[in-house]
């Protein structure tokens, strides 16, 4: 569950990550996917739609950068699977994109803004269930800011911070916000 | 959007197109191993239909089903109302069997709004007497943007696509919901038909009126055909079929009067020959199989825009 709201503006509260800072951790969290993976073979990015989405791109062309690989890079909406669906009004559906080929056999790294609740992505595993039987899922984040609910932990993480759960924290991407910080606020729960 | 689906006159443009775009999101299900989304388990969906119907009510069946919702189908040939149960008594039975919502095709206009005021579920309306078919508008405008928008169409209206709807306006419940919806959307609608086939007041109706169909057609971007409703015909509207089908039937050389990107569209189901001629009908540029398709995953939306939220969704935020 990240609590990236779109109404931002005047009390931003502190910036933990500016723009240099988040493209040395995607550059960081490039490497360790191309390690672990044995140099990327089979693997496919997906992002979880809002942010997911952008920093599965970024990461796909730092692996080109690097080892001039294209990595395939798709984006998984999960609201149908959410189990918070109940809790508030319908929402509007994110986009599914996958890679031609589909997910049978190939590893998959999740790719999502903050780590939280851990409900996101439980929801993105069972999304996945339905497309298909992929070998392996990973899960990268830019932030994990603990408070887990469910058994689930990131295999690459940007940065983890230590947050109370009355603190809000939001990913701002120059594809969505239009410039790259991470900032965290006191604001209750919001999302 | 409201509790209920009463009327296409209930949506705003906003919430029109929250429906087409998440109808676009969901039709690529269609394609997936698993056709089925999680999303409305455990909740129970009554298809309530005292008119007989093929399409709307396998298409609202199947719409649930796909969103795993448990469905209750009720005809009324075979039940209680042959015994002369009320509307009002069967639809409090269905509710205290636990239904979330109810799909009502009846006879009567304004069924289902009377309906909405009884039960406490959602109300969707598929079609009650002349009055509105709100999610047929629904799929027909859904159909009229992949069609001539393309695919990747989030958030795009209907702006400046000429409609032009032909034939038995009168009793057709199809007619009124996409004269509204689609003017909503901003596409400009054209009703042709001749004087005894259209309703009173219809220039009341946000579209332009026309007994002319040939000096239509090359101006038009759709031509729906809708079908002459010989049941509910109890006077002569028209001195012959074969004189109605020569001057507002679609043949081959009026459908060649048309623009090149243009769609031929029919609610179904087709009086071949009367309306429509087969060969318009089997067509490249008919959407009527396309409609059908389109139909579930725009039910699938409606259902889901209804139901998947909180008890009293206000989904245009």
Redesign the interface.
């Known amino acids: 569950m990240c609590a990236t709201g779109s109404s931002v503006a005047g009390r931003d509260g502190l910036a933990v990550l500016d723009a240099e800072e988040i493209r040395r951790a995607l550059t960081r969290i490039a490497h360790e996917i191309l390690e672990r993976t044995h140099g990327g073979e089979e693997v496919i990015l997906l992002g979880i739609p809002t942010r997911g989405v952008p920093l599965a791109r970024r990461l796909a062309a730092r692996i080109g950068e690097f080892e001039g690989l294209e990595v395939p890079c798709g984006s998984l909406?999960v609201t149908?699977?959410r189990d918070d669906?109940?809790?508030?009004?319908?929402?509007?559906?994110?986009?599914?994109d996958l890679p031609v080929g589909g997910v049978d056999g190939k590893t998959i790294v999740l790719v999502d803004d903050v780590l939280y609740s851990g409900r996101t992505v439980r929801a993105a595993l069972?999304a996945l269930t339905?497309?298909?039987r992929p070998r392996t899922v990973q899960l990268a984040v830019l932030v994990d800011r603990g408070h887990r609910e469910l058994p689930i932990r990131a295999d690459y993480v940007g940065k983890n911070l230590p947050t109370s759960q009355r603190e809000v924290v939001r990913v701002m991407l120059s594809e969505v916000d239009g410039q790259d910080v991470v900032l965290i606020g006191e604001e209750g729960r919001k999302s | 959007m409201k509790r209920h689906l009463i009327s296409a006159a209930d949506l705003s443009r906003a919430d029109a197109l929250?429906i087409l775009?998440?109808a676009e999101?969901?039709a690529?299900l269609a394609d997936?191993?698993?056709k089925?989304?999680?999303?409305l388990r455990g909740r129970t969906v009554v298809n309530l239909f005292f008119e007989d119907s093929t399409r709307t009510r396998i298409s609202f069946e199947a719409a649930a089903k796909r969103l795993s919702a448990d469905v209750i189908n009720f005809s009324a040939k075979g039940s209680s109302v042959a015994k002369g149960e009320s509307l009002k008594d069967t639809a409090l039975t269905l509710e205290a069997m636990g239904s979330d919502a109810v799909v009502i095709r009846h006879s009567a206009s304004g069924a289902a709004h009377r309906l909405a005021g009884w039960v406490q579920g959602s109300v969707v309306n598929a079609g009650d007497g002349t009055h509105e078919h709100p999610t047929q508008a629904l799929l027909d405008a859904f159909t009229i943007r992949r069609r001539l928008r393309g695919s990747s169409t989030r958030g795009a209206g209907l702006d400046g696509i000429r409609v032009t709807i032909v034939g038995d306006v009168l009793h057709s419940r199809v007619a009124r919901s996409n004269v509204l919806l689609l003017s909503t959307l901003g596409a400009e609608v054209t009703l042709a038909a001749p004087p005894t086939l259209l309703p009173l007041a219809v220039e009341n109706w946000p579209c332009a009126v026309s007994y002319d169909l040939d000096r239509e057609l090359p101006k038009s971007d759709v031509v729906m055909m809708l079908r002459v409703q010989q049941e509910r015909m109890n006077a002569a509207y028209f001195p012959s079929v074969r004189e109605y089908s020569r001057r507002y039937g679609l043949d081959a050389a009026r459908m060649a009067r048309l623009p090149d990107h243009a769609i031929v569209m029919h609610p179904g189901p087709m009086n071949r020959g009367v309306e429509i001629a087969a060969d318009v009908a089997d067509s490249v540029r008919s959407t009527i199989v396309e409609q059908v398709a389109n139909g579930v995953t725009t039910r699938m939306a409606v259902l889901?825009?209804?139901?998947?939220?909180?008890e009293f969704?206000?989904?245009a935020?």
């Open positions: 909406d149908m699977h669906l109940r809790l508030r009004p319908a929402r509007a559906l994110g986009r599914t069972d339905d497309l298909g | 929250l775009d998440t999101e969901l690529s997936r191993p698993i089925k989304l999680p999303t889901y825009l209804l139901l998947g939220g909180t969704p206000a989904v935020q």
